[in-house]
């Protein structure tokens, strides 16, 4: 399909703004008279609170509000599995907004203090007296599975969700199989760690409306506040600023009950900033999976069976922890044909942080396992990694394990190709000491929210009289070009350049709301919402242009400002002069459109069959590394990543996607540990959370397949999250190909490495 | 809440006089690339910040006839930049390459690195193979030299006194040394090291006349190996002898398991750097890992 | 001499001269970001570990977070905003954006200031040089490649422009 604008390469229109340092993110922004919060944590992961004293606290000039649980209306809600409306919630599970009588987690919020400076509110945080009971508390999910296990909730058990798929008999598959690999993969805790803290501003306004503009990526939470203070929906406004990087952290709530809170109660304007280590602290993590996978194969390297448990540590709070599990389930056995499968997962709750969505949401944990798995198994054959997962992987028509069939075009043959073709051949090591290595890995993860959550998006273009164009819509732009996608739509659409086509994103109030910048979903929904209001409005002009010219409405198409007869290039009319015509015969020259993904239903058995996505992103990664026998160290030589993306609306924000999203699962990978001791965060800030900086890692060199069929807008696909697949894996596999051994616990730092290749006696 | 004072003093006699008079607990202050973190952190016990960033006198690098002296408040990267530094000792050099990143560069200074002590500083293991001498002078008992070996004393404590200055760091200018540094961290820069190892060389033909080993974060403070060098010192170099003292030298050092890495790994490391910090040194120019 | 517990300070923020009175243990970055007028420095985790505070201070590329506001007495700071006339910035900031070498934006003042300081003392890198000036300047959204491409392309028009 030929288009004009959607496919370049354009800068987004926020770029400019970020490179000047105009941009007002949240803690850049304050209110006359404003007030400064901070938050009382828990210094315990698993104890009683006997008492807590505010007294002395609230004593202090300058303090004007100390609240704990007790001051909250709703301190407790519920929510349901299956959903919608309250994104960020939790499951027939706890949200919880501070903690009362029994602290689950390290920095548990406990009470909250306004004071006039951050200065005297952390001093009035230290005048909190909290009596703690230490309790014994569970760190290890195995354990917290077993019966009499320490309970971190108020159930008699720790389980949240159990999952599993059956397809044919994987017992009998085993036993005839030519060759059976069996392994267990453990990955840590990961956090997110953006750049930017999580922050906020509150203020009541003028007509009582709480208003909480915050670094989010969920606007809707405006409902959770209100529920919590007990106010109608309305009586809650959210304006999201532009986020300095989300990646599923700021998907929950962070600031925003805290803030409405605090205004509330003090009737000035509130800010709370999170620090470093308190963001590590509060937010949600990646879960912490134990994955034990046996593979089964005929000696031609055709896969016959696939049984794998995987366990996930959900942490203290239940959050997003049985969709994460649920995913996880999904993509256990990865995107191959497998005429025998049996999947087990469960999500158990422990005292470790809790756990939440970070990118990947769940796909990525079991693709770490059954990568290694299947590049152990050619190995162990003497297969190729990219044939042994040519001859297993998914084409057009296949079905996934759970019985859906796959009715597009699968491209993990074709990008696992084109990635292991790009790394050519393996350059010679000039050390006896460093060994060479390539890897490769395939990928396939959801883009769009889960099906049983009917999920919808809304968006309003509008013509000015002059031609010009706004768009409103609700959806809060990370960093990914969220809102520069939309722009370059309605400019393809409506024939307008886009330095006239100005949107307005992120508030609940004033913008249509677009549902969460999560899940892999704007592009697909949001994007598809847009196309609907800009095409019904340029039926419009098309209609009234037709009529104007006197000539097929088929004939005509908008570029350029004009109004072009296809057939006879004299003919056309402005836009602003058909805009005009519209206005003065009452058309109405705006629209809003709702885009609504495929509904399900809510699965109610744990074994799960059936669709549970719209569809499906594929990829691969081909990776060379050099290692060092000596002392383990990995260094990074090449990275390829080739994925088809559908189409690509903007090339700069797609590449820009896939070169992320590799690097923080090299993160992952490597040098990322984010180290738990019974329940107490080691790694409590960026000096012990290392991210790789730009001296650590190469060029990452991208591939893109545009197959056009993706749901998305213009065939497009999404690709935040499966950008951060297969990386990991593949990653891995060349260290094995290297040295001969399996890392199979991530991160795979210098130290495992070496005590990989030389176990210890 | 703590109070906290600040006071700049315009010269070093003056800086010397406040030390002394004072009672209060006075911070030295000059890059504060270790007090801010501090602060932050609540683990300043502090209460005056003494700035002496604008001593311009105790700034620059200083060669003579016999002795290179580095003024307290020359910074990682003017010594990293300094000719005189990357001709006459190389492995300093290739510390500051890897010390922190570019930008902490700019302000950590080498007194500063010196008195924060810790068992990893990575300008310390250099000049400890360099044989370097810290100037300390105080109003009472005037200027010292203090070799580096007495300097240290636990992790975060050196021999300064509430009244002590550092003003300089020297070493013997020697052409026929040649000298190697590595540090192993977890990432190529803004890491502390799991590991680090300077060594310093003489060599008549193939046997080394004068050997200095040092390594950092394998004990209290960093230390030199002196078994080893004992031992290296008048024989050939070859494969035999240098299995030999990769193995000397890990009995040398009591690493403690840590966040970053366990006294296993470190130590098994210790053996294979001090090989790879004795090839580089002999070709003179080696790199980190 | 007086132990002051708040300090008096004049000091020079993008050309304009300010007087103010700062804490003795305030930060630069605090300081700056009391100031409406240079909120784009950002804060991190305030220890020096992620650089997007990145100013220059007397002539060389610093981490705010790392320097005592009181040592800004009679000095001159310039943060992006100020930059906004020099050639060498506008050169990079036209990169940047051209290259898609902004996401979120976040650590990008930080980023900027850190690659003009780096250019103008290293008018001839290599990619990999560009990366070690870089390397104090933590970015969780674009993995790098294009903030180095844009890099990379200033100094290699600059490199040509010479010749």
Known sequence: ?761 | MSDYYYVAPTSVGESLKILHQSDSKIRIAAGCTNIMPDLKNKKNTDSVFMDISGLEELRGIQSDDNIIRIGALTTMNQILHSEVIEQGATALHQACRHFADPLVRNRATVGGNLANASPAADSVVPLFVLNAFVTVESMENGKREIPLADFLVAPGKSVLGPDDLITAVSFSKDTGVKSCFIKFGLRKAMAISVISIGVALKLDDHTVTDIRIALGSVAPTPIRARQTESYLTGREISPEVIKRAMEMVKSEITPISDIRASKEYRTHLAGILLRRAVEGALIEGGDIV | ?163
Not at chain 1, 110 to 129: D, F, H, N, P, R
Not at chain 1, 237 to 243: A, E, K, L, Y
Not at chain 1, 294 to 323: F, M, Q
Not at chain 1, 554 to 571: G, H, R, S
């Open chain 1, 1 to 761: 399909m030929d288009t004009n604008v959607v496919g370049k390469g354009l800068p987004k229109f926020d770029a400019w703004p970020k490179a000047k340092g105009k941009i007002i993110y949240a803690d850049d922004f304050s209110m006359p008279g404003m007030l400064y919060a901070k938050v009382l944590r828990s210094q315990h992961p698993a104890a009683n609170i006997l008492a807590v004293d505010t007294s002395q606290a609230k004593a202090l000039p300058g303090v004007f509000a100390v609240l704990t649980a007790e001051d909250v209306l709703n301190n407790n809600l519920r929510a349901k599995f299956g959903q919608s409306t309250d994104v960020g919630a939790q499951f027939e599970g706890l949200y919880r907004v501070l903690a009362e009588k029994k602290i689950r987690f390290f920095g548990e919020a406990i009470a909250l203090v306004a004071a006039t400076s951050e200065k005297l509110a952390e001093e009035a945080i230290g005048l909190i007296e909290v009596t703690y009971e230490p309790l014994p508390g569970v760190f290890d999910p195995i354990e917290a599975l077993q019966p009499g296990a320490y309970c971190v909730g108020e159930s008699d058990n720790n389980v949240i969700s159990r999952f599993k798929i059956r397809k044919g008999d994987v017992a009998e598959a085993f036993k005839t199989a030519d060759i059976v690999i069996e392994n267990t993969f453990r990955v840590p805790f990961s956090d997110h760690a953006y750049l930017e803290p999580e922050s906020g501003v509150a203020w009541i306004d003028e007509n009582e409306v709480i208003t909480i503009r915050a670094s989010t990526q969920v606007i809707e939470h405006f409902r959770t506040v209100a529920e919590v203070l007990g106010v109608p929906h309305n009586q809650v406004r959210v304006i999201g600023t532009w986020v300095g990087g989300g990646f599923g952290g700021k998907e929950d709530i962070t600031v925003e009950t805290f803030l409405a809170l605090l205004t509330w109660k003090t009737r000035r304007p509130v800010k709370l900033t999170f620090t470093r280590e308190e963001s590590l602290l509060a937010h949600g993590k990646r879960h912490s999976f134990i994955i034990k996978h046996k593979l089964g194969a005929t000696k031609d390297g055709l896969l016959v069976a696939a049984e794998t448990e995987l366990v996930a540590d959900a942490g203290a709070y239940i959050y997003l922890s049985p969709w994460v599990l649920l995913y996880s389930t999904v993509n256990a056995v990865g995107p191959y044909n497998i005429p025998n499968v049996k999947v087990d997962t469960v999500a158990v709750l422990t005292n470790n942080p809790f756990g939440s969505a970070f990118r990947g949401f769940g796909a990525i944990q079991p693709n770490f396992a059954y990568e290694s798995q299947i590049d152990e198994l050619g190995r162990t054959l003497g297969i190729d990694p990219l044939t042994i997962r040519q001859k297993n992987c998914l084409h057009q028509g296949d079905a996934l394990a759970t019985g859906v069939t796959y009715d597009r075009y699968v491209a993990l043959s074709d990008a696992a190709e084109k990635a292991w073709q790009a790394l050519g051949p393996k350059r010679s090591s000039n050390s006896k000491n460093v060994k060479i290595g390539h890897g490769l890995a395939i990928g396939m993860m959801s883009y769009g929210r889960l099906t049983f959550l009917h999920d919808t998006s809304r968006s309003y273009v509008k013509i000015e009289l002059d031609g010009s164009v706004l768009v409103r819509c609700g959806i809060p732009d990370l960093g990914a070009g969220q809102a520069q996608a939309l722009c370059q739509i309605v400019g393809e659409e409506l024939g307008v350049p886009q330095e006239k086509i100005k949107i307005y994103i992120s508030d609940t109030a004033l913008t249509p709301l677009a549902g969460t910048s999560t899940a892999t979903r704007q592009l697909y929904m949001s994007g598809n919402a847009t196309l609907k209001a800009a095409a019904a409005v340029r039926e419009r002009l098309l209609t009234k242009a037709a009529m104007m010219l006197n000539t097929d409405k088929a004939n005509l198409k908008l570029l350029n400002e004009k109004i072009v007869d296809v057939t006879n290039q004299d003919t056309s009319l402005s836009l602003k002069a058909v805009v005009g015509q519209c206005s003065t015969d009452g058309d109405e020259l705006y629209s809003e459109a709702q885009f609504n993904a495929p509904f399900t239903d809510v699965p109610i058995s744990e074994q799960i069959t059936g669709q549970i996505f719209a569809d499906f992103t594929f990829g691969a990664y081909a990776v060379a590394v050099a290692v060092d026998v000596e002392t383990g160290a990995v260094t990074l030589e090449r990275i390829i990543a080739c994925f088809d993306i559908g189409k690509a609306i903007n090339i700069l924000n797609v590449e820009g996607q896939l070169e992320g999203g590799g690097l923080m699962s090299v993160g992952y990978a490597l040098s990322e540990n984010l180290i738990v001791e019974q329940g107490y965060l080691k790694s409590r800030s960026y000096r012990e959370y290392l991210l790789p900086t730009a001296a650590d890692v190469p060029d990452i060199e991208t591939i893109l397949i545009e197959s056009g069929s993706g749901i998305g807008p213009y065939g497009a696909k999404g690709v935040g999250e499966p950008s951060g697949n297969a990386i990991a894996p593949a990653i891995t596999n060349a260290i094995c190909d290297a040295v001969g051994a399996r890392v199979t616990t991530l991160p795979a730092t210098p130290e495992r490495v070496f005590f990989t290749m030389f176990p210890r006696s």
């Open chain 3, 1 to 163: 001499m007086n132990f002051e517990k708040d300090v008096a300070i004049k000091v020079n923020i993008n050309g304009i001269e300010i007087r103010s009175t700062v804490a003795a243990a305030e930060s630069l970055l605090e300081f700056l970001r009391k100031h409406s007028e240079t909120v784009d420095v950002k804060c991190g985790c305030s220890q020096g570990d992620c650089g997007t505070c990145t100013v220059v201070f007397e002539g060389q590329t610093v981490k705010s977070c790392l320097v005592l506001a009181a040592q800004a007495n009679t000095k001159e700071i310039w943060t992006l905003k100020g930059l906004e006339k020099d050639p060498l910035m506008q050169k990079l900031q036209e990169s940047f954006v051209r290259h898609g070498a902004v996401q979120c934006g976040f650590c990008t003042p930080g980023m900027l200031v850190a690659a003009r300081g780096f250019l103008e003392n290293n008018p001839n890198p290599d990619r990999a040089g560009i990366r070690d000036a870089l390397s104090g300047n933590l970015c969780r959204c674009t993995g790098y490649q294009k903030i180095v491409d844009a890099v990379w392309t200033v100094a290699s028009e600059k490199a040509s422009e010479r010749v």
